[in-house]
C-alpha cells in the first residue's frame, strides 16, 4: 500500500485484493448517496475486475475513490497497455481538491513506466464531470467536441470497448444494466450547456440520465498531458 498525508487528507493505493470487507462497505456507502439503482453485486462485480484502488480519506472518512486495473493487448500489430478505470466518486464537499486525481494519474504514470509500452485509457462516463478529467488533463483525446474521431483512433476505441463490454457497446456508447447518477448529482442545466464540453457530452450521450456511458479513449502518456496535467505531474515528482 501506498500512502500519502496533507491538511488532514490522506491517499493510498492499495491491490484490490488487499482491500477489507469494511473499506468495500465504505465504498458503496458513498457510491450509493450519488448513484441509485446500482446494487451491491453490480458494484462488487466491477471492482473485483480491478488491480488497483485508490482511496481518499479526510479526517479518517473515506470522501473518494477510484479504480483502476491495466492490461496488454496486441492492436494493429503492436502491443500496448490498456487502462480500464472503473466506479470513481468524490463527495461533493472535496470536488475541486484534485488530490485523488493527482494520485490517480502517478499510479498510472508509474505502471506504464513499469511495463515499458504505450499507454491507452479506456474511460467510459455517464457523467460530463468525469468527461472533464479528458478534457482538463489530456491535449488529444476521443471523441471531442472540436474534431472528428480519427479514423485509428475509432478503430482502437471500437476494439477495446467490444473487447472490454462486449454487446454491452454499440455506437459509442457502453449501456450496463442499472446504475445511475442521481437527479440532484450535476444536473446538466441550461448554464452549463452552454459549455462545449459539457454541451458536446450531452449531445454524444443523450441517455446519459438512464445511466449510459459515453467510451472515450486517450493516450495516457507525459507529452500528451494538459498544462493542468502537467501541474499535477510536477507536484508528483516533487514528493
Known amino acids: 500500500m501506498i500512502q500519502t498525508t496533507q491538511n488532514d487528507m490522506s491517499v493510498s493505493v492499495e491491490e484490490r485484493s488487499c482491500v477489507a470487507a469494511s473499506v468495500v462497505d465504505e465504498m458503496y456507502e458513498l457510491f450509493s448517496h450519488y448513484f441509485e439503482d446500482h446494487a451491491r453485486s453490480v458494484f462488487e462485480a466491477d471492482l473485483a475486475n480491478k488491480d488497483q484502488v485508490i ?53 498510472a504514470l508509474e505502471i506504464r513506466k513499469e511495463l515499458g509500452l504505450p499507454l491507452y485509457w479506456l474511460l467510459i462516463c455517464s457523467g460530463f464531470r468525469t468527461y472533464r ?11 471531442r467536441w472540436d474534431q472528428p474521431t480519427p479514423g485509428n483512433a475509432q478503430a482502437m476505441l471500437d476494439f477495446l470497448a467490444s473487447k472490454r463490454f462486449g454487446s454491452a457497446y454499440r455506437d459509442g456508447i457502453v449501456r450496463l444494466d442499472g446504475g445511475r447518477l442521481r437527479a440532484n448529482v450535476s444536473p446538466i442545466d441550461i448554464n452549463r450547456m452552454s459549455h462545449p464540453h459539457v454541451a458536446f457530452f450531452a449531445r454524444a450521450n443523450p441517455g446519459h ?9 486517450t493516450r495516457f502518456e507525459p507529452d500528451n498531458l494538459s498544462r493542468a496535467g502537467l501541474r499535477v505531474l510536477r507536484k508528483v515528482q516533487r514528493r
Do not use: K, N
Not at 479528458?134 to 476521443?142: I, R
Open 209 to 217: 440520465a438512464q445511466g449510459h456511458e459515453l467510451a472515450c479513449i
Open 55 to 107: 482511496l481518499l480519506r479526510a479526517g479518517g472518512e473515506l470522501v473518494g475513490f477510484s479504480t483502476m486495473t491495466i492490461t496488454v493487448e496486441r492492436f494493429a500489430g503492436e502491443d500496448i497497455a490498456v487502462l480500464y478505470s472503473g466506479d470513481t466518486i468524490i463527495d461533493r464537499d472535496h470536488w475541486g481538491s484534485g488530490r485523488l486525481e493527482m494520485a490517480f494519474l502517478a499510479t
Open 133 to 143: 478529467y479528458l478534457t482538463s488533463f489530456m491535449q488529444e483525446y476521443w471523441p
